[in-house]
């Protein structure tokens, strides 16, 4: 079915993505309405279950979809000419930033599936969202400048301790907002304290 809808001529196509995007990211799976979806989309109910047999099947083609898009439209704006771990790490989360702008709906779907409780975060999911980390990664911590590290400190260790604590981070900031939507987390409150650790790491293991 998906092959059907894939079929369809672009504008028709992004409009049922962005209403599906919006109404799962603001009312979640269980509470996410078809009715809506149709509505916004301006298509008829018949045509959505022509394309999708389902609720579920809907989701998870806005799931490939949104995985898709962040690998070819957000990681590679990630500047490995940038040496410095630290101002990679800035200048990934502006680019971040700039891909919520121009895709809202995405970001905030694919939030609240990272967010989700419950049987939505499928083997399958979670495999691709550590997929999607481990691409990152390597990302970030690919062709960077170890003089920058004090003299005094081993720069391999230091790495080593600079991940483990942005591996914390994350896990700290899923924990916190588990459950809840993600056009509720202030971003910017989160950006301005993510800047803020990264000042610290900078004067902790920088010359």
Not at 23 to 44: C, D, L, M, P, Y
Not at 103 to 109: A, E, K, Q, T, Y
Not at 111 to 137: F, N, P, S
Request: charged share 30%; net charge negative.
């Amino acid at each position: 079915m998906a092959k059907t809808f894939e079929n369809l001529e672009g504008e028709k196509q992004q409009r049922i993505i962005n209403a599906a995007l919006e109404e799962f990211a603001h009312h979640g799976f269980e509470e996410a309405s078809t009715n809506r979806i149709v509505k916004k989309a301006q298509i008829g109910k018949g045509m959505l279950f022509y394309y999708f047999n389902n609720k579920q099947e809907l989701y998870y083609y806005l799931v490939n979809h949104c995985f898709d898009l962040l690998h070819n439209k957000y990681l590679p704006q990630i500047n490995l000419n940038e040496p410095d771990l630290i101002e990679r790490y800035r200048k990934a989360t502006v680019s971040k930033f700039s891909f919520y702008k121009e895709h809202p709906n995405v970001f905030n779907f694919l939030g609240t599936l990272m967010l989700a409780d419950g049987d939505l975060l499928t083997e399958e999911v979670q495999e691709k969202i550590d997929h999607l980390r481990h691409v990152g990664y390597d990302l970030v911590y690919n062709n960077l400048d170890y003089s920058r590290f004090r003299a005094d400190i081993d720069s391999e260790k230091a790495m080593e301790l600079i991940k483990w604590a942005m591996e914390g981070y994350q896990q700290q900031v899923l924990a916190t907002f588990k459950g809840e939507k993600m056009m509720d987390v202030d971003l910017d409150q989160l950006s301005n304290e993510f800047s803020d650790y990264l000042d610290v790491i900078k004067t902790a293991f920088y010359k």
